[in-house]
């Protein structure tokens, strides 16, 4: 593995109550054993970039439950040659 990466994932179930299904979706990053940081729009993941797109994908995946037939589901890349994580980001802030 190379310098991490920090991937942010935002799953939008189009559905009535959509806060169960991020839960879910939420639920499958934590089992994933990435690091991560849940946050009130997205959550934050650190590590390898193709581990943490495949975290998203499962996760984007987990909110098809019955009653939901969309999803919308926004990832962004934080990526830098010396590593991205969650500590550098938020190191002045704390």
């Known amino acids: 593995m190379g310098n991490p990466v920090t991937v942010a994932v935002e799953v939008l179930p189009l559905c009535d109550d959509p806060y169960p ?3 879910k979706a939420i ?3 934590q089992q994933s054993g990435v690091k991560h940081l849940v946050g009130p729009m ?3 993941m650190e590590g390898d970039l ?3 797109l495949d975290v998203a994908k499962a996760a984007h995946r987990a909110c ?3 009653g939901v037939t969309r999803v919308v589901t926004f990832i962004k890349i934080g990526d830098a040659v010396s590593g991205s994580t ?3 980001k ?3 802030y704390r």
């Open 64 to 66: 098809f439950v019955p």
């Open 27 to 29: 639920a499958v990053i």
């Open 42 to 44: 997205e959550t934050t």
């Open 86 to 88: 969650i500590d550098d």
């Open 90 to 92: 938020l190191a002045k």
């Open 21 to 23: 299904v991020v839960d």
């Open 50 to 52: 193709d581990t943490l």
